[in-house]
């Protein structure tokens, strides 16, 4: 038996909805609680299955967290492990970012070597080189990155390839606690980069550039875990996951607890196609009066459309009257989605890098199955358009960084409950185990 949600579509949406902090904000927070060892305090973290994971593999390297109301506390003064076990990096990729922190830490970082994923090779040959200009010294054995660096990192120049979100966020990790100054060029400029930026410069460390594709750190000696409490920024792939449903539906949704400014892309982009958008700095409305228009959407790093968001802007394509030309520019492999929506009745053609959709078709309930995160969303936003009954399956891929989606829609007047008994009802939760107190 899976878990799976079922969902009656075709009801119109309206009401409220709280967008939770962001999955891709708050895991490298976390691993950066490892560059020092103390207590760290963090608010607004999101409960979703990866947040789990990385609580685990903290656990993993001695750490120990627990919550006081709704703050998250971790506390990395026992942490004497340096190994990132091949069972934790399976489930979440972004199990890499232990690798910059503990090799700067403790000269010595065991990480096994994330595979190949759904959506594409993702290889971390930019986390390894720019580590090894850091003076690490990197072997490969055994399905495992070794890191070594006994004498310390000693700041340097590094020129990414590309602007990767992690291998950046991984780099000004492990560049904090070098010897020297450190400049990253094209560095990642996404807000969730920034974010850790500012939790470091709360833990002592110089840094220069964060938003802009020139990062400078002048790394320290010793950190120290921030003096107040960190707070995780908004989701804005939730959000602009919720921004596009009353397109589908028909309805007003109003988004709270979000950050406007991170948006920009997507909000011209949904404008564009017709949706009524208004905003303030922290909520949007959201509504839809006329015919959805087709549009030309690129993936590209921020401030560029979010691949994030690729596969749920396709579904509201569905919608528009006439040719919308999608195109992912990150991922060589982020079109899978495009199988399940066919069998629900959109007319799609894969050319290469670009997904063509015809429009509008009125899509039809039918079982389904999520291969990938974002795709488990899109394949519930299309079910929560289609006419009759769906099942989408592949939850364990929607847990990872969704926080309570089906009560969340629920509360917005959708019809969708999930399928199976309490237990899985929580997915795979780390809080919600009779050992452990609930979140
Ligand atoms: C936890 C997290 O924050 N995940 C996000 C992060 O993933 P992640 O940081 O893994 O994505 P990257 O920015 O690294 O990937 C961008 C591109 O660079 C390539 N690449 C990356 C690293 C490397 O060493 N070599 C290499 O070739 C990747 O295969 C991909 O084609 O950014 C992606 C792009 O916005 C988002 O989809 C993910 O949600
Ligand atoms: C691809 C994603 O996440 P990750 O990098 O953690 O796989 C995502 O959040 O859409």
Redesign the pocket.
């Known amino acids: 038996m899976r878990a799976f949600f079922e969902i009656e579509g075709g009801f119109p949406v309206s009401g409220e909805i709280k967008i939770s902090g962001a999955?891709?904000a708050v895991?490298?927070a976390l691993a950066a609680t490892l560059l020092s060892p103390g207590v760290y305090r963090f608010t607004n973290a999101p409960r979703v299955s990866d947040l789990c994971t990385m609580l685990e593999l903290l656990s993993h390297l001695g750490a120990k967290w627990w919550e006081e109301g709704q703050t998250l506390l971790v506390d990395t003064s026992g942490v004497t492990e340096f190994e990132a076990p091949y069972d934790l990096v399976r489930l979440m990729?972004?199990s890499v970012?232990v690798l910059g922190p503990l090799v700067a830490r403790f000269g010595k970082a065991r990480v096994a070597l994330p595979g190949g994923c759904p959506?594409?090779?993702?290889?971390?040959?930019?986390?390894?080189r720019g580590l090894e200009r850091l003076g690490a010294r990197i072997e490969i054995s055994h399905g495992y990155i070794l890191a070594f660096a006994e004498k310390g990192l000693s700041g340097t120049e590094i020129v990414l390839?590309?602007?990767?979100?992690?291998?950046t966020?991984n780099l000004m990790m492990a560049a904090a606690l070098a010897k020297g100054r450190t400049e990253i060029r094209n560095a990642?400029r996404?807000p969730?980069v920034v974010f850790l930026g500012e939790m470091l410069l709360e833990m002592g460390a110089r840094i220069e550039g964060l938003g802009t594709e020139r990062i400078v750190i002048y790394g320290r000696d010793d950190l120290s875990p921030p003096p107040s409490e960190v707070r995780i920024i908004p989701d804005r792939?939730e959000t602009g996951t919720y921004l596009v449903l009353p397109g589908l539906t028909g309805g007003e949704l109003v988004l709270s607890d979000t950050d406007v400014s991170f948006l920009e892309a997507p909000l011209e982009k949904l404008r564009e196609a017709g949706l009524e958008i208004e905003t303030e700095s922290h909520r949007i409305f959201v509504r839809v009066s006329r015919r959805i228009c087709p549009l030309k959407v690129v993936t590209a790093?921020?401030p560029g459309f979010?691949?994030?968001l690729q596969a749920q802007i396709m579904v509201l394509m569905t919608r528009a009257k006439g040719v919308s030309l999608i195109t992912e520019n990150?991922?060589?492999n982020r079109f899978q989605h495009v199988f399940e929506l066919r069998r629900m009745g959109a007319e799609i053609e894969v050319d290469g890098r670009t997904a063509v959709v015809k429009g509008p078709v009125r899509l039809q309930g039918a079982e389904v199955e999520a291969s990938d995160?974002r795709a488990s969303a899109c394949l519930v936003l299309a079910a929560l358009a289609a006419e009759g009954v769906s099942r989408v399956y592949g939850l364990e891929h929607l847990d990872r960084g969704y926080e309570r989606m089906a009560e969340k829609l629920s509360s917005v007047g959708a019809r969708i409950r999930r399928g199976r008994d309490e237990a899985e009802e929580l997915g795979r939760s780390c809080w919600s185990g009779a050992s452990r107190k609930a979140f």
Request: charge should be negative; aromatic fraction near 6%.
């Open positions: 999955k891709n895991l490298p990729r972004a970012l959506i594409g090779k993702r290889p971390v040959d930019l986390h390894l390839d590309i602007p990767s979100v992690t291998a966020e990642a996404e969730e792939i790093p921020y979010p691949t994030d990150l991922f060589e995160l």
